[in-house]
Nanobody, 117 residues
Framework: QVQLVESGGGLIQPGGSLRLSCAVR????????AGWFRQAPGQQRELVAA???????NYADSVKGRFTISRDNAKNTVYLQMNGLRPEDTAVYYC???????????WGQGTQVTVSS
């Protein structure tokens, strides 16, 4: 069993910043490619940002210039720095990742981000 754990969500005012983290409980599993997804009520789950093991990144148009995905391979952790948050960013944010030497991808449990004044 591989367990991804997201953290860092919460309630934040518009224009504020949060940093989400995605880590693995079992350190033997090394994160390869990882992505952050989000799902708002009544909406489809959408890709927000992705990062390869080599550090190449992709972003949804709606977050370009505001969000930054990064990784610390020594800590086996992927981050999503979210700046300039807007109410429409409100959603449950999920980490998805594959692991070196394993087939398929795995999901975390999600962390709630609420942007409201």
């Amino acid at each position: 069993q591989v367990q991804l754990v997201e953290s860092g969500g919460g309630l934040i005012q518009p224009g504020g910043s949060l940093r989400l983290s995605c880590a693995v409980r079992q350190s033997i599993f090394r994160i390869g490619t990882a992505g952050w997804f989000r799902q708002a009520p009544g909406q489809q789950r959408e890709l927000v940002a992705a990062i390869t093991g080599g550090g190449s990144t992709n972003y949804a148009d709606s977050v370009k210039g505001r969000f930054t995905i990064s990784r610390d391979n020594a800590k086996n952790t992927v981050y999503l720095q979210m700046n300039g948050l807007r109410p429409e960013d409100t959603a449950v944010y999920y980490c998805n990742a594959d692991f070196m030497g394993r087939m398929g991808t795995y999901w975390g449990q999600g962390t709630q981000v609420t942007v409201s004044s």
